[in-house]
């Protein structure tokens, strides 16, 4: 364990948990997770959503294990090696709001950063457009950071304010397993898909075992899709930047091996091809999450290790995923609603405000 450990804590960590991170995402398609979704932060947590009868669209709504697991495995990382740190104060009414529109461009795109990937190595050519929406979306918030952009700093919190989110994640899984009934009618919440993206899963176990490798192993590395790519331009650093090379390869080779890459447009699964909502959904998300700190992924794990403001950020994707739906924002496979794109706007400005107006003085 030691000897993994070290290697996690190296410059290589993040690659090696980029090529798990790629792979399992790849497997838990395979054994019953959506196409080319067999990991995806912003689609899991919106099903979560769903599950709790916070919207109803009845095809996305299950208690996805990963999520859960990511907490509770970026938890036992942390205490083990004694980095459990509660902290937070760090601006947090804007940081639920920017996970909020974080949430509202993923499901325009259809995807958070980890799915525009998977997508892209399952052959959607689709997720081409929304990884350079993402591009550039962290492209703008670099030069927010540039200028002197921060939300502050976070203090240290009582050691059980740390403990509110995997509390929450243990409840969850509880709910999962246990499926109790509410109600003089005996009906939910907690709600399950009986048809659609959300009916489809590989078996809970599997996917919560997977959900805790990866939370120990990002709670290690620190790996982070838009750290990456913010340290390639803003450092010249490539560390973080090594998982997401490894993700996508170690993603496109599981799919051949299993004959699940099927490159093209058309016909991709819980995807639409209007490239100009693709991209500009993820400038939004992109630029969301780079004034936040971390990429979804990363703010899960994150909220598991005590990090408070992570953990804001979380309920405000969770909010964000149930008023997409709610309100007819969030996209399909036929397409971009006109709501959607004008909450779109709406979180862009939004974003460009909170980036221009906090700031440090540099002078």
Same mark, same amino acid.
């Given at each position: 364990?030691?000897?993994?450990? =070290?290697?996690?804590?190296?410059r +290589?960590g993040?690659a090696?948990?980029?090529a798990?991170?790629?792979? $399992?995402?790849?497997?838990?398609?395979?054994?019953?997770n959506?196409?080319?979704?067999?990991? &995806?932060?912003? &689609?899991?947590?919106?099903d979560?959503?769903g599950?709790?009868?916070?919207?109803?669209?009845?095809?996305?709504? +299950?208690l996805?294990?990963?999520?859960p697991?990511?907490?509770?495995g970026?938890?036992?990382? !942390?205490?083990?090696a004694?980095e459990y740190?509660?902290?937070?104060?760090?601006?947090?009414?804007?940081?639920f709001?920017?996970?909020? /529109?974080?949430?509202?461009?993923a499901l325009?795109?259809?995807?958070c950063?980890?799915r !525009?990937y998977?997508?892209?190595?399952?052959? =959607?050519?689709?997720?081409?457009?929304?990884?350079g929406?993402?591009?550039?979306?962290?492209g703008i918030?670099?030069v927010f950071?540039?200028?002197g952009?921060?939300?502050g700093?976070?203090?240290?919190?009582?050691?059980? $304010?740390g403990a509110?989110m995997p509390?929450?994640?243990v409840?969850?899984l509880l709910?999962?397993?246990?499926?109790p009934?509410f109600?003089p009618?005996?009906?939910?919440?907690?709600?399950?898909?009986?048809?659609g993206?959300g009916?489809?899963?590989?078996?809970?176990?599997?996917?919560?075992?997977a959900?805790?490798?990866?939370g120990?192993?990002?709670?290690?590395?620190?790996? &982070?899709?838009v750290?990456?790519?913010?340290d390639?331009?803003?450092?010249?650093d490539?560390?973080?930047f090594s998982? %997401?090379?490894t /993700?996508i390869l170690?993603?496109?080779?599981t799919?051949?091996?299993?004959?699940?890459?099927?490159?093209? /447009?058309?016909?991709?699964?819980?995807?639409h091809?209007?490239?100009?909502?693709?991209?500009?959904?993820?400038?939004l998300?992109g630029l969301?999450?780079?004034l936040?700190?971390g &990429?979804?992924?990363?703010q %899960?794990?994150?909220?598991?290790?005590?990090?408070?403001?992570a953990?804001?950020f979380?309920?405000g994707m969770?909010?964000?995923?149930?008023?997409a739906?709610?309100?007819s924002l969030a996209?399909?496979g036929?397409?971009v @609603?006109? *709501?959607?794109?004008?909450? @779109?706007?709406?979180?862009l400005?939004?974003c460009l405000a %909170?980036?221009g107006? *906090?700031?440090i003085r540099?002078d």
């Amino acid at each position: 364990m030691k000897s993994v450990n =070290d290697l996690l804590l190296s410059r +290589y960590g993040p690659a090696v948990t980029g090529a798990v991170v790629g792979t $399992a995402a790849s497997l838990l398609v395979s054994w019953g997770n959506p196409g080319n979704m067999g990991i &995806c932060v912003a &689609c899991f947590t919106r099903d979560i959503a769903g599950a709790l009868g916070l919207h109803r669209a009845a095809v996305v709504q +299950y208690l996805r294990p990963e999520i859960p697991g990511f907490v509770l495995g970026a938890l036992l990382a !942390a205490l083990l090696a004694a980095e459990y740190r509660p902290r937070s104060g760090s601006s947090p009414v804007v940081r639920f709001f920017l996970g909020f /529109f974080a949430m509202i461009g993923a499901l325009i795109f259809l995807g958070c950063p980890w799915r !525009a990937y998977a997508r892209l190595a399952g052959g =959607d050519w689709n997720a081409l457009a929304g990884i350079g929406g993402l591009i550039v979306g962290i492209g703008i918030g670099i030069v927010f950071l540039w200028r002197g952009f921060s939300l502050g700093r976070a203090s240290a919190s009582p050691k059980w $304010a740390g403990a509110i989110m995997p509390l929450a994640a243990v409840s969850l899984l509880l709910l999962l397993f246990m499926r109790p009934l509410f109600g003089p009618e005996g009906a939910g919440p907690v709600f399950f898909s009986e048809k659609g993206p959300g009916a489809a899963a590989a078996p809970a176990l599997i996917s919560l075992g997977a959900g805790l490798l990866i939370g120990w192993m990002g709670q290690k590395s620190r790996f &982070c899709t838009v750290g990456a790519i913010r340290d390639v331009v803003m450092l010249r650093d490539g560390h973080l930047f090594s998982g %997401v090379v490894t /993700f996508i390869l170690a993603a496109i080779v599981t799919n051949l091996l299993l004959g699940q890459f099927k490159p093209g /447009f058309e016909g991709q699964p819980i995807a639409h091809t209007n490239q100009v909502w693709n991209f500009t959904g993820m400038v939004l998300s992109g630029l969301a999450f780079t004034l936040a700190g971390g &990429c979804p992924g990363r703010q %899960v794990i994150m909220s598991g290790e005590g990090d408070g403001d992570a953990g804001i950020f979380v309920l405000g994707m969770l909010i964000g995923a149930a008023f997409a739906h709610n309100f007819s924002l969030a996209s399909s496979g036929a397409g971009v @609603t006109s *709501f959607g794109m004008v909450a @779109t706007v709406i979180g862009l400005l939004f974003c460009l405000a %909170v980036g221009g107006l *906090f700031r440090i003085r540099m002078d």
